[in-house]
């Protein structure tokens, strides 16, 4: 039989909270969303930046949760336990689920591919035992809690990824985690509006050392500039064995090899005097690397290269970070790449480069938006994507937001079709402007809402 997620008394143990009416012996899932009742649920009433939780707690009860973890002050009667803070007491069931935990425990960060290599990661740990993993993006003060207080005890790895703003957000995330591997993908300009410099967000990146267990090991992708600070920087946190990864000449994964045919990425990744041969079902110089980072953490992990191959021979795009999604008929389809969830220059170049290998029927079609929090430097940025614009093969090119404003001053007007400050107007301009046989590419920041016309495109379409 398996074992609840928690006992009733295991959480009342955890939060130190009050009981009121609740008959339920145990709890099974954790929600924060009261549209989104699992079985046996207990719903957190944590106050956000546009909703407070507690607003919620009559129809999280009324729709399935078993109880409901409320602050103080705010909310109570039957059905609830009552704590000093909500979002205090996650954390504090949070640290108690990886306190009983004997799994094998993953921490994830960095500027770029976060999220894809922890789900590279998540892949081959799946084919190896049983898997716990942050979904989405759900990498912040209250992501991290929410996903390891979802941990079950019998889980034999869990992989956590852990994003920031600013400087000091990182370390009590590590800390709660307590990771037995500390993963840093890249330092690149993300945040510069907050953190100002590239040492600045490498030491933010590198707070992940922090919490690492004794004895565990910090996995850096090589191929930055500021690979030899977040060295320095896990010297100084006592890291003892730190392994590289990468395209960079010397790292102990040495991407030696690299090919895109018909979709898929090939590549040959050296380590110890072994060679492997890595497939994805997704093209890109960026995700080969990602999915090196994955094959030296299961390597350390204890799972054999060839189940971790196997399983990353499975792997493709996820939504918003590189699907890519055909309508129509195959003799003249309308490809769309989905990179709408976020952007960086590192993510922006990568993309471009992956845009630049594809083929139309019609034209090659670019949406581009702004890339946010890159300060006093943004201007330069954006101008800086020149390049690999126009290598990249467009024929059209969209802009949106004012800071695509640079960019658009460097590739001058005649090779840019349309510049408009927000998505909702930019939408229809290209969906007047597509047609089947096009390749068309969406990537900005997840603050400018090209998500929307990604919508619209698929409706249009599909």
Not at 78 to 83: A, S, Y
Not at 391 to 410: E, K, N
Request: no cysteine; proline share 4%.
């Amino acid at each position: 039989m398996t074992k609840p997620l928690y006992t009733l008394d295991a959480v009342l143990a955890a939060t130190g909270g009050h009981a009121d009416g609740i008959t339920a012996p145990a709890i099974n899932s954790i929600t924060i969303d009261s549209r989104e009742i699992g079985p046996d649920a207990l719903f957190v009433a944590i106050k956000g930046d546009r909703f407070d939780g507690h607003s919620f707690v009559a129809t999280a009860l009324a729709g399935g949760a078993v109880a409901a973890l409320v602050s103080e002050g705010k909310s109570g009667g039957p059905g609830t336990i009552v704590v000093p803070n909500a979002l205090a007491s996650l954390a504090d069931l949070a640290r108690a689920a990886r306190a009983r935990s004997r799994a094998n425990i993953v921490g994830v960060t960095g500027s770029v591919g976060k999220t894809t290599t922890k789900e590279m990661i998540r892949t081959v740990f799946a084919a190896a035992g049983q898997t716990h993993a942050s979904i989405k993006s759900f990498n912040n003060h209250w992501g991290v809690p929410l996903m390891l207080a979802r941990m079950p005890e019998e889980a034999q790895f869990g992989v956590f990824e852990m994003g920031m703003n600013h400087a000091g957000e990182i370390e009590p995330l590590a800390k709660m985690v307590r990771p037995h591997i500390a993963v840093i993908t890249t330092v690149a300009p993300a945040h510069l509006e907050a953190l100002g410099s590239l040492e600045a967000i490498a030491a933010a990146k590198a707070e992940i050392f922090t919490g690492l267990e004794p004895g565990g090991t910090a996995v850096l992708n090589a191929d930055h500039e500021q690979i030899d600070l977040l060295r320095e920087h896990a010297a100084t946190a006592g890291v003892e064995t730190v392994v590289t990864y990468g395209f960079a000449p010397g790292s102990d994964w040495h991407i030696v090899r690299y090919e895109t045919v018909a979709d898929k990425s090939f590549a040959e990744i050296q380590h110890a005097g072994s060679k492997y041969d890595l497939v994805l079902n997704v093209p890109g110089r960026h995700m080969v690397a990602n999915a090196a980072g994955a094959l030296a953490v299961s390597f350390i992990a204890g799972v054999e290269p060839s189940v971790a191959l196997a399983a990353l021979a499975t792997f493709g795009a996820q939504v918003g970070r590189g699907q890519k999604l055909s309508f129509g008929d195959e003799d003249k389809p309308l490809i769309l790449l989905d990179e709408s969830y976020n952007a960086n220059t590192a993510s922006m170049i990568a993309a471009l480069d992956v845009f630049s290998s594809q083929t139309a029927v019609g034209r090659k079609v670019l949406v581009l938006g702004d890339m946010l929090e890159l300060g006093e430097q943004s201007p330069q940025l954006h101008a800086s994507l020149a390049d690999a614009v126009n290598a990249s093969g467009a024929q059209r090119i969209y802009l949106v937001g004012p800071q695509m404003a640079a960019l658009a001053a460097v590739l001058g007007s005649d090779a840019v079709t349309a510049h408009i400050q927000a998505a909702t107007e930019m939408a229809e301009i290209v969906l007047r402007d597509l047609a089947y046989g096009d390749t068309v590419m969406v990537k900005a920041s997840n603050g400018i809402g090209l998500a929307d016309i990604v919508d619209k495109i698929r409706k249009r379409f599909a």
